[in-house]
């Protein structure tokens, strides 16, 4: 299966901190894991913004990604006009991105947020 995933669970993987649910998708050989570069963009805000508590370099992440054998999904165009038709669902706008990115190339999209569970689509929502 091919697994967009989620920034959070993107980073509580690079902390080692996933519920063993979770880790079943990420180490599971059957699954193609991929990254949007909209979460390298959503990290790197909160990275040079010195939100408290939050360690993360994008450079570091982006590079253990790659090394772990992710693949990145550029955003595209036919990807920013996938989030006129999506439902308004959810406000944020890294996340709506993500949900027209996995629509629009025919993945799951794995997360942890209840509210992205809603929209249509192959959605594995993963409680916390």
Known sequence: MKILVDTHILIWAAGNKLSPE????????DNILLFS????WEITIKYRMRKEGFNYNP????????DAGYIELPISAKHSLQTML?????????????????????????????TISEYPGSIIYVAT
Request: hydrophobic letters at 45%; aromatic letters at 8%; glycine letters at 4%.
């Open 22 to 29: 979770l880790l079943e998708y990420i180490i599971d050989d």
């Open 37 to 40: 570069s909209a979460s390298i």
């Open 59 to 66: 450079i570091s992440l982006y590079s253990g990604l790659i």
């Open 86 to 114: 999506l439902p308004d669902i959810h406000k944020d706008p890294f996340d709506r991105i993500m949900v027209a990115q996995a629509l629009s190339e025919g993945l799951s999209f794995l997360t942890s947020d209840k």
